[in-house]
């Protein structure tokens, strides 16, 4: 799969948060993503929906945690 520079800076964002979490999937939004990367959370929006279109991440809308936490979409590693 190839990733351009940016898709692949939200991407390793993304992993990162991942890999440092103790659960198999990341809550950062648009907002905090795009605060990272200094780019508008739009930019942000559409390079994760280009992640999920080309199979690098998977995308879970309307997500409750077993404790009762609802997250608008949370974020899983790809195939």
Do not use: C
Not at 27 to 37: A, Y
Not at 53 to 73: I, S
């Amino acid at each position: 799969m190839k990733l351009n520079p940016r898709e692949q800076a939200v991407f390793d964002i993304i992993v990162k948060d991942i890999d440092n979490s103790d659960k198999p999937y990341s809550t950062l939004s648009n907002i905090d993503l795009g605060m990272k990367l200094n780019i508008s959370p739009n930019i942000t929006r559409d390079k994760v929906r280009k992640l999920v279109l080309k199979g690098a991440l998977q995308r879970v809308e309307d997500f409750w945690t077993p404790e009762g936490k609802y997250y608008n979409r949370v974020l899983y590693k790809g195939k």
